[in-house]
């Protein structure tokens, strides 16, 4: 899959329909492997990332809902993936990322609309700048979560492990 293809038809079918609840396009980027688009209405965003990078396997792509500054480190606290929303709606779908594998344009299409179908039911409630259910199924993500923990060699051979502050706090505020 062509990234810049990915990125190009997300657009199309996305920009339109985010703007009638208030989100605009605010940044596009697209690399060889990996290709974001977001948009953002006041504190919250809604990013769409696709990633063909082998270590990423299988190829996917993602929606996420945000609140919060869709910058690192903090984007990876303050944001649920839609998949996870969905999840805790309705466990019995079993719902994850959407899949990039042997796509032309047309199941691309397909796939998009079908994603952003599920973006305007499963996360309508986000669109309308109603966030309580957002935020306790993003509270929930948190609390089974660690911090980010550093690991550095110690002057025995050994390793020595301490929790990322930063993170740390970001766990506690969006817990």
Known sequence: ???????????????????EYGFNLKRKKTERLYCARIYTTGDRYIKITASIHPRD??????????????????CDWN??????????????????????????????EHSLAHA???????????????????TSVRSAQNRDREPYKIHSPTANGGLETIID???KALKEKFS
Do not use: C
Not at 57 to 74: A, C, D, M, R, T
Not at 82 to 108: A, C, F, G, H, V
Not at 116 to 134: A, I, M, P, R, S
């Open 57 to 74: 396997f299988p190829p996917h792509y993602n929606i996420v809902l945000g609140q919060g500054s869709f910058e690192w480190p903090e």
């Open 1 to 19: 899959m062509d990234l810049k293809t990915f990125n190009g038809t997300v657009g199309t079918i996305f920009d339109k329909q985010l703007a």
């Open 116 to 134: 952003k179908n599920e973006l305007l039911n499963y996360g309508h409630q986000f669109l309308v700048g109603e966030t309580g259910f957002f």
């Open 165 to 167: 502050k930063e993170s």
């Open 79 to 108: 944001s649920v993936a839609l998949w996870r929303i969905k999840n805790s709606i309705d466990p019995k779908t079993n719902p994850k990322e959407y899949s990039l594998e042997q796509m032309d344009l047309e199941k691309l």
